[in-house]
């Protein structure tokens, strides 16, 4: 949006430079005709023509504003009835309820009311401020941190949007007084923040958001009540400072505001002797405030409001009836919350008769009020639509919306070191923890999305450990990252943050490489002590879980850091303060439109899923999606087994079966081609001698990686270890010895030796005739030795090494007992032939079992959200959060078909998309033939699309408890599931090409 060009430009490099303007330029401002208020214009024919059939008690009454609440009981509609019917009120202010319930009674309102109602909402962060089943938006200091003013006045749109669909006019925002004390008890995290540029191009912005969408805005709270230490709820607030001050702070935003065009004006219950030094006067009462300052002095042409008549900031003072006519008396339009109609039109007869106030100039503001209602097309009423009123409310851009806000004013407020984004995972050990709750927070388990850590609880932990044991806990890890919750919004609480929590991350600050994240308004970093010992600094302005969730991601790179603080921070951090950080890793979004994504689809996963379950396809599993490098779509669902007894979650971790092939061996094949280990037209027999005299000989690489080199499909390698169900002894033993040390199962220790039969069995296997399609398993165990031998290192130790730990892959493994505990970890099969029990942390694949657990066909255990890492390192073309892992060459070249399609669909080592049969293999009718992938045995599946940036796993354990249990493949689940998604994106782009048109 390039609305603000010329004086906003100016004052943005003013602000930057933290200059002041000069007189000379305030006054050059100031003499500017103001642009009139849009409603101004209005046709007088209807207002002219409406305004001649009231008597003069309808016309005091056009200018009464009474409160109106959608979750009162039956004698307040009663009451409003009664207002309406008999005394004809001008408007209405809604207060708190029920979207719903609002559009009823303003739909029963209007029916009564002889000219249509000016409804008015109190809705600076939306509807969310008053009724319930809406979006949530934050106030405006979180805002004011934003550096793109365009997401202002989106937001400004959207509010509009919202306002209009519950029938509101008037939108009591935003709020422009500048907050300069910490200690503002009323307007503090209300306000932009201390900088009046800042105030004034977001206000702005805000304002053109509501106007052009024909929502009447409002400034306030004239003329400025960012400097007090009272609530005007309950008593009077005084200001002391001078006219000059005002003028150049106070003002200021009023002053640009009016010049822009703005239709409202708010006048606050302030006492500002430098006005009106009237003992006790309230600015909404003073007519040197309203009809002097506002509307002369100003220029202002609107519609000017008084603050709520029933606030302590007048009623201290002034009795009912005689603060209303005191109101008018002093240039006030609209009475808000009028004490009481019938007295109060009694009084401003009563005033008119006595030449206090003129019959011309109760005309003139009626008049000005039929304008307002004729700009916001109340000429031609029509009654609101409940139809659909949920779904509009809360629809994808009103969600995203409130993501976006967020994620652009999230702080980092320093970074000595520049840690942000965590880089070189491999190298880090991390602790969480968090003050303020006790329990686990969202910012934890989201920081789990993207590493490894040790979560800690400090209410639970000081407890535990005490305090001095806790900080040496903590002090062994390479970063700390604390949060802060369970914060309040009140400087009067200390923002919600104890002495005990403040004293605590001093002496961890001291101790550790500590990244802080304050949960809380920026002011409260003024109470935490010896603040430059803390390395990493994050402001996120509110505890809310959307923020919890895209402040984790900051640090580890799913988001990028763009916001600056809107006040300063005592003489520690100035106004502006703040640094960018770059978006490294995948992204995590509740609203599956920003990916690209029509969600509407997803309803079509889900209950592809859930009959899945019904049906008794698997017991449990996961399902993640990824599209433009955002992840849309995550879901755990089910048990771990048919007992129902532990329900699967995100970080549960599956044997993967022959995904392994493409998630480990594959990797580690590319890495050694791409450093020139071998040729893909090479020989195998050439790097693995145990070949080198056999039929195999020479097999190539290519032929093997596509299936084509005459393997046998696979090799029942247990079968010769067993007679009549009995397991040889000669074979296996219940303990572990030197002899007996490879580990199949649970209490089942294979002898060493007979791995030499198994390789033997592979090399004197017979052949398929070369050249015809076979999918094979052998070649991936001889890959494992071809791997193992040239780095010198095991399978396992190099795939973490070089991928996993530094992807942050901290699940994908193999051996998942040696890291975890078995409530994570998944079970598969209960084997009652071979292994003769319910396989529980070990291998299914029977081969891989019999070589400990390890190999390149089968062994890899892992979440799906960890697989989503690894599939967009290839995606990516062989990087991810700035490390390079593959050469993107070698990853096209392996991932493209090799042959023929329709007679084999593989890439090297990848299945792929069959181009006229989607009944083979796992592509969907509507991938792409870039697409790559593969299944597993066990129930699992990985998918790749460049075509449509388009990452998708699916984990589960199908063959729990019997292998013999299809019917996932008979229900073609996963394929389902994948094309849903892919109309998901083709819906999507469809939409969004003709919205773009």
Not at 345 to 366: F, H, P, R
Not at 737 to 760: C, E, G, R
Not at 832 to 845: E, K, T, W
């Amino acid at each position: 949006m390039w609305k603000n060009t010329g004086i906003l430009l100016f004052t943005i490099v003013l602000s930057l430079a933290n200059l002041s303007i000069s007189d000379d330029y305030n006054e050059k401002i100031y003499a500017d005709s103001p642009k009139e208020p849009p409603f101004i214009s209005s046709d007088s024919l209807w207002v002219d023509s409406v305004f001649n059939t009231f008597n003069n008690d309808e016309k005091i009454a056009q200018l009464l504003m009474v409160q109106a609440y959608s979750n009162k009981d039956q004698t307040h509609i009663n009451y409003i009835e009664r207002l309406i019917t008999d005394y004809k009120i001008g408007g209405l202010i809604f207060m708190q309820g029920g979207p719903g319930r609002q559009v009823d009674l303003i739909n029963n309102y209007q029916s009564l009311s002889q000219v249509p109602l000016l409804i008015a909402m109190d809705a600076e962060w939306s509807l969310s401020m008053r009724l319930d089943s809406t979006v949530y938006y934050t106030r405006q200091m979180l805002l004011g941190a934003i550096q793109d003013n365009d997401l202002i006045y989106e937001m400004g749109e959207e509010f509009a949007r919202q306002l209009k669909r519950v029938g509101v006019h008037v939108n009591f925002a935003p709020v422009v007084d500048v907050n300069n004390n910490p200690e503002n008890p009323v307007i503090n995290d209300r306000s932009f923040g201390e900088d009046k540029f800042n105030v004034c191009i977001k206000s702005l912005n805000y304002m053109e958001g509501l106007q052009d969408n024909h929502i009447l805005a409002t400034a306030k709270h004239f003329p400025g009540h960012g400097d007090t230490d009272t609530d005007s709820h309950k008593s009077l607030p005084s200001i002391f400072h001078n006219r000059q001050r005002l003028d150049s702070l106070e003002l200021y935003p009023f002053r640009y505001l009016i010049d822009k065009g703005i239709s409202c004006v708010m006048v606050a219950h302030l006492f500002v002797p430098a006005i009106d030094s009237t003992e006790n006067l309230p600015t909404t009462l003073s007519p040197k405030a309203v009809n002097g300052m506002l509307k002369k002095d100003l220029g202002f042409k609107g519609l000017v409001f008084t603050d709520a008549l029933n606030m302590g900031g007048v009623t201290k003072y002034f009795k009912p009836g005689e603060s209303d006519v005191k109101a008018l008396i002093a240039g006030n339009d609209i009475l808000l919350f009028p004490n009481d109609v019938e007295l109060v039109i009694s009084e401003v007869k009563k005033a008119i008769e006595n030449g206090l106030i003129s019959q011309e100039e109760i005309d003139e503001k009626c008049k000005k009020v039929l304008q307002a209602k004729y700009w916001a097309g109340l000429n031609e009423f029509e009654p609101i639509s409940k139809d659909n009123l949920f779904e509009d409310l809360n629809n994808a851009d009103a969600r995203l919306l409130q993501q976006k806000l967020i994620e652009n004013a999230i702080t980092l407020v320093k970074d000595e070191n520049n840690m942000i984004p965590l880089r070189r995972l491999d190298t880090l050990s991390i602790a969480t923890i968090v003050f303020g709750t006790n329990q686990s927070s969202t910012f934890q388990t989201r920081l789990k999305y993207y590493a490894k850590t040790d979560d800690y609880i400090f209410n639970n932990d000081l407890i535990k450990y005490g305090k001095n044991e806790l900080i040496e806990k903590l002090s062994s890890y390479d970063i700390v990252i604390a949060g802060i919750h369970g914060t309040s919004r009140y400087p009067s609480r200390d923002f919600g943050i104890n002495q005990q929590t403040i004293n605590f991350i001093d002496s961890l600050a001291k101790e550790t490489n500590l990244i802080l994240d304050v949960f809380a308004n920026p002011y409260s970093l003024a109470k935490l002590k010896n603040i430059n010992e803390i390395e990493t600094l994050i402001v996120s302005y509110n505890d809310w879980t959307i923020t919890n969730d895209l402040s984790a991601q900051l640090i580890f790179g799913g988001i990028g850091a763009k916001g600056r603080l809107p006040v300063s921070v005592g003489s520690v951090f100035e106004y502006g303060a703040g640094q960018d950080s770059e978006a490294i890793r995948l992204k995590y979004t509740s609203v599956p439109e920003e990916a690209g994504v029509d969600s509407d689809y997803l309803r079509l996963v889900d209950s592809v899923i859930d009959a899945g379950l019904k049906a008794g396809a698997f017991p449990g599993g996961q399902v993640a999606a990824s599209r433009n490098g955002i992840v849309f779509y995550q879901r755990s669902f089910g048990y771990h087994t048919n007992d129902k007894e532990i329900a699967v979650k995100d970080f549960d971790i599956f044997d993967l079966a022959s995904v392994t092939k493409v998630s480990g061996t594959l990797a580690a094949l590319m890495k050694l081609h791409g450093e020139g280990v071998f040729e893909l037209d090479d020989k195998l027999s050439d790097y693995v001698s145990l070949i080198d005299t056999t039929n195999k000989k020479d097999m190539k690489f290519r032929d093997i990686l596509t299936h084509r080199a005459g393997l046998k499909s696979w090799i029942p390698f247990y079968k010769n270890t067993i007679t009549d169900s009995e397991r040889r002894k000669e074979v296996y033993s219940s303990v572990r010895t030197d002899t007996f040390s490879i580990q199949v199962a649970d209490k089942m220790y294979m002898n060493l030796f007979y791995i030499d039969t198994i390789y033997k069995e592979i090399c004197v296997s017979d052949l398929n005739p070369y050249g015809t399609y076979v999918y094979s398993d052998l070649g991936f165990y001889l890959f494992a030795l071809l791997i193992e031998q040239e780095t010198e290192m095991s399978l396992p130790d190099y795939l973490d090494k070089t991928f996993y730990s530094k992807l942050g892959a901290w699940t994908t493994g193999y051996h998942p007992l040696d890291r975890f505990s078995p409530e994570v970890v998944v079970p598969t099969e209960q084997d009652n032939i071979f292994r003769q029990q319910l396989l529980h942390g070990y291998v299914h694949d029977q081969g891989a079992a019999m070589l400990g657990g390890v190999s390149g066909n089968a062994g890899l255990f892992s979440s799906a959200n960890d697989l989503l890492k690894v599939m967009q390192m290839y995606l990516n073309g062989g990087t991810y959060a700035g490390v390079d892992y593959l050469d993107y060459e070698i990853i096209d070249e392996f991932t493209k078909y090799q042959f023929n399609p329709v007679t084999n669909r593989r890439g090297l080592g990848f299945d792929k998309k069959h181009p006229t049969d989607t009944s083979k293999g796992i592509g969907s009718k509507s991938s792409s033939g870039l697409a790559f992938g593969h299944g597993g045995y066990t129930g699992t599946m990985v998918w790749v699309d460049p075509e449509y940036d388009f990452v998708y796993i699916f984990n589960s354990n199908r063959v729990c408890p019997s292998a013999d249990n299809w019917k996932i493949i008979k229900l073609n689940i996963r394929t389902e599931i994948e094309e849903a998604f892919y109309q998901s994106f083709i819906s999507y782009d469809k939409k969004n090409k003709s919205d773009k048109k």
